[in-house]
């Protein structure tokens, strides 16, 4: 059997035996922290740089025999690349570029993304090698109870007032460096000897979310396209070759992309084959062997992304009797919605979910979710448990939580458990083989 298969056998394995408890419709996939998930990356990172911290490594059939005598490593993130749209991406192009590393001996597997699979918990994982439930930052919109407001995290700014940006909880006096209950992988790593080089676009180099993840970084580089992304960590790594280093690169345009138009567009393809492309030309075909010498290539996403036509919408303005059974709006995602019940009305919502809303939303008990593990497990960050509200709202298939207001809404959406969301690639190369 194919790597790829086992993987997704054991993936979809553990979801029904580990969760069967939650009821979760038959065709969703559930996080799997044990070992083939995106959190276990940084895990396998620190360990092969000479450390360990409590999250499981890989599961050791998906790394084979690459980690030996690897003295530096390259992590790229593609955000919101699905596993199966890179399969349709590679199979549609044989001049792709990554299928020179297939053919040189790479290891490619599906891991899942981390629940909710959105860009703030999913690469706070891999920036830090904890889930969700430990680091705490659990949704693109959160209620965070310590500063009295239900706040969207990409901006920093309270929902009621996002139009108007600028980081309005920074200025108000939050820290973002403060904000996570874990260190991030740059701490994991300093005292290993081992610093982390980053690269990201221009506009996110010094954003609220960069300082909230990125903590203790050598060095911070920005870029303009993915052309360029190629460029600047060829040089990078030139430059540090002689140097125990990690560098991670994150590029940002499948997600943009994949809202705009919807994850099944051919622009999704097109913007994969153009990462592929001067992959190969720019990187691959023009790193020294001096820089390629024990130095491993890892390539993964951080979720996918499902297609969600506006007809899809479930508005909550729609069904005012529910509405009234919460405290406010819906926090979390428009795939992954927490609600905030009133007191004593936590069961006549859940009822009501499951009579009028069953076939278009799946409803859980938030605490069972956590006590269940799709967060994750270990050290619980203190908040968590507030953030997530009283009962979770998963919409079903292709639709999603919706405002009126919203003109143009987004065409591709993630947070939820549908595999197109939660199963992500995973690639590993060493260079000098």
Same mark, same amino acid.
């Given at each position: ?6 993987? #997704? ?14 009821? /979760? ?26 450390? &360990? ?38 199979? %549609? ?23 909710? &699979? ?44 996002? #139009? ?105 393809? %097109? ?15 023009? /790193? ?44 979390? #995602? ?31 008990? &938030? ?25 979770? %709202? ?26 197109? #969301? ?6 590993? %190369?060493?260079?000098?083989?």
């Amino acid at each position: 059997m194919l790597l790829t298969e086992t993987i #997704e056998r054991r993936i979809r394995a553990e979801r029904a035996a580990r969760f069967s408890g939650l009821n /979760l419709p038959v065709d969703l996939i559930a996080p799997n922290y044990g070992g083939r998930s995106i959190v276990n990356i940084p895990a396998t990172i620190v360990r092969i740089l000479g450390g &360990s911290i409590s999250t499981p490594p890989l599961d050791p059939e998906i790394i084979g025999d690459l980690s030996a005598d690897v003295r530096r490593i390259v992590l790229i993130i593609a955000d919101a690349t699905g596993y199966r749209r890179w399969l349709n991406a590679l199979d %549609a192009n044989p001049q792709n570029g990554f299928h020179a590393l297939l053919r040189a001996g790479a290891r490619f597997a599906p891991l899942t993304s981390t629940f909710p &699979s959105t860009t703030t918990a999913a690469l706070t994982a891999l920036w830090s090698g904890y889930t969700p439930a430990e680091h705490g930052f659990v949704g693109y919109q959160l209620f965070l109870r310590e500063y009295g407001v239900r706040a969207e995290m990409i901006g920093f700014n309270p929902v009621a007032t996002r #139009e108007l940006g600028g980081e309005q909880l920074v200025k108000a006096g939050m820290e973002p460096e403060k904000f996570l209950a874990v260190p991030s992988l740059p701490q994991t790593l300093e005292p290993l000897g081992a610093p982390v080089y980053q690269l990201i676009e221009q506009p996110y180099v010094k954003s609220a979310l960069s300082r909230v993840q990125i903590r203790g970084a050598r060095e911070t580089y920005g870029f303009v396209t993915s052309s360029d992304l190629w460029v600047t960590l060829r040089d990078v790594v030139e430059a540090r070759r002689a140097e125990r280093a990690l560098f991670v690169a994150y590029w940002s345009a499948v997600d943009t992309i994949s809202h705009t138009y919807g994850p099944s567009s051919d622009a999704v393809t %097109a913007e994969i084959d153009n990462l592929a492309y001067s992959f190969e030309r720019e990187f691959l075909r023009r /790193l020294s062997p001096a820089a390629r010498a024990g130095t491993l290539f890892l390539l993964t996403a951080d979720h996918g992304q499902i297609d969600t036509p506006k007809e899809r919408a479930v508005y909550l303005t729609d069904y005012p009797e529910l509405r009234e059974q919460l405290l406010m709006d819906f926090a979390g #995602e428009a795939r992954a919605a927490y609600l905030y019940c009133r007191n004593g009305e936590i069961d006549a919502a859940r009822d009501y979910i499951s009579a009028r809303l069953g076939d278009k939303v799946f409803g859980i008990d &938030s605490r069972a979710a956590l006590d269940a593990g799709l967060f994750g497990s270990g050290n619980i960050a203190p908040e968590v448990k507030h953030r997530i509200g009283d009962l979770l %709202a998963l919409p079903i298939s292709d639709h999603y939580w919706g405002y009126r207001e919203d003109k143009k809404p987004m065409l591709g959406r993630h947070g939820g458990l549908a595999e197109s #969301e939660m199963l992500v690639p995973f690639i590993a %190369a060493r260079l000098d083989a």
